[in-house]
């Protein structure tokens, strides 16, 4: 028998197999000329986006989204400042060769990806967010075997749009788990009175990433 599918943490989505109120999310770091950027997709909604983000910021940035699974370039593990915490994330990390997050192969996977001749109508990218959103396309191919998910337009964030919360502070704040890891007893438990999974997903998503822009907080209120 031919293999279909490779199943791997962050690519999982059998209902079954998934706790419906929290998103299932596939990340990638990428790093092109000492830049470097995340990108993630949610597994369960096609939400695909980007940012560029600092090598400081790296662990908080991850902590803010909680990936079940990060592609990482193979060489990034013994980085004397973020092997460390590429390490922390134990099984939930997948090396990748460095050859996935080219950025050059990366561009032209996301234009095949969407039928496009030019990235441009989704917006600006760096070469290192190229690299990183190539890197998730690219794995999908290989674990999915050429049965790609549906994926939304590639959505560019800015870090400095969201408070920057360390994963200390996140995790003695208990926001969406408290230190014991469990939901219950956490502030999200408290106030989470969604009726759809979707919502509840969407209430975590804007709990574990504050925002700063008092013009975007002033446009969810309406």
Do not use: C
């Amino acid at each position: 028998r031919d293999v279909i599918r490779l199943v791997t943490p962050g690519t999982v989505t059998e209902e079954n197999l998934l706790d419906a109120r929290v998103a299932n999310v596939l990340a990638a770091l990428g790093r092109t000329r000492g830049e470097f950027a995340l990108a993630w997709v949610d597994m369960s909604t096609g939400d695909f986006a980007v940012e560029s983000v600092e090598p400081r910021d790296v662990a908080s940035s991850l902590a803010r989204l909680g990936p079940r699974e990060l592609l990482a370039p193979d060489g990034l593990y013994s980085d004397d400042f973020l092997g460390p915490v590429l390490k922390e994330l134990g099984p939930k990390l997948s090396l990748r060769p460095a050859a996935s997050f080219d950025s050059q192969s990366s561009e032209r996977l996301l234009k095949d990806s969407y039928g496009i001749a030019a990235l441009d109508g989704f917006g600006s990218f760096s070469r290192a967010e190229v690299s990183a959103a190539g890197a998730l396309i690219a794995y999908l191919d290989l674990t999915q075997k050429g049965k790609r998910p549906a994926l939304k337009p590639l959505v560019r964030e800015a870090a400095s749009s969201h408070m920057a919360i360390d994963g200390a502070t996140r995790r003695n704040l208990e926001l969406v788990e408290t230190l014991s890891g469990e939901r219950r007893g956490s502030l999200l438990s408290v106030i989470d009175m969604s009726v759809t999974s979707s919502g509840a997903r969407l209430l975590a998503a804007r709990l574990s990433a504050p925002l700063t822009d008092t013009a975007a907080i002033g446009r969810r209120q309406d």
